[in-house]
């Protein structure tokens, strides 16, 4: 077992540009997370999906954010026209969660940094 | 509504101190999980520990232990002997039952130098 793994670990992007980022999760963890760092500050969550249901989404996750997660393993992340306070680290976690009320540890990967020029 | 606060922006240690990391937190949520995780330059968050609302032991992993204490709404991190692989920026986290545990609430991380 690899880990979390995300691709690419950098992207810079012209402003207006769209742009994807994937995920692997742990074999087997039925819960993905995205989550967003901005320097300076702790992870804010942006969404999560249960196998392949997107169960929740932030208000931080406008319009222009896509995520799915097909068949419920791999996941995608996608900015369209992106903006300069798209600039960011994106974490994505995984965790196995067996009942809706126990919350285990998620393992985070190494991100996606993404700079918007 | 919930918030995890890290009022320490940053510490810096001779190597072999010891130090302690603060975490206060807020819920109104009567189950709840607290987090510490440690985000060393790679960027990977490395999970450190898990305690939930009702277990208010304190607990010890070798050089760490965690102070957790409902009365102040802390839960506090003390590195014992620190070492310069201990620098990183620590993060404590939040997770409630009102929100199904469905995610994290972070603090903005305290940052830990150590020096040799």
């Known amino acids: 077992d690899t880990g979390v793994s995300q691709d690419p670990r950098h992207k810079i992007t012209k402003r207006g540009q769209n742009v994807t980022f994937r995920c692997d999760p742990i074999s087997e963890h039925n819960r993905l997370y995205w989550y967003r760092q901005t320097l300076g500050q702790g992870p804010e969550f942006l969404t999560y999906?249960?196998?392949?249901?997107?169960?929740?989404k932030s208000r931080l996750l406008s319009d222009r954010f896509s995520a799915e997660r097909p068949k419920g393993s791999f996941s995608t992340l996608e900015i369209q026209r992106t903006e300069q306070g798209d600039s960011a680290m994106y974490l994505c976690?995984?965790?196995?969660?067996?009942?809706?009320?126990?919350?285990?540890?998620?393992?985070f990967g190494q991100g996606t940094r993404l700079t918007v020029v | 509504a919930q918030k995890v606060t890290q009022a320490q922006t940053e510490i810096s240690v001779v190597e072999k101190e010891d130090v302690t990391l603060d975490c206060v937190y807020e819920?109104?949520?009567?189950?709840?999980?607290l987090f510490w995780y440690k985000q060393p330059p790679s960027g990977e968050l490395v999970f450190l520990i898990r305690?939930?609302?009702?277990?208010?032991q304190n607990e010890i992993s070798g050089r760490y232990s965690w102070n957790f204490q409902k009365s102040t709404s802390s839960f506090n991190f003390t590195i014992t002997a620190s070492q310069v692989v201990d620098s990183a920026v620590y993060f404590c986290a939040l997770s409630e039952a009102d929100t199904g545990f469905q995610k994290l609430v972070f603090g903005t991380g305290t940052r830990l130098l150590v020096s040799p």
């Open positions: 305690r939930n609302s009702f277990d208010e």
């Open positions: 999906f249960q196998n392949e249901a997107q169960l929740e």
């Open positions: 976690a995984s965790s196995f969660e067996r009942h809706t009320t126990l919350n285990t540890e998620a393992f």
């Open positions: 819920t109104r949520d009567t189950t709840y999980y």
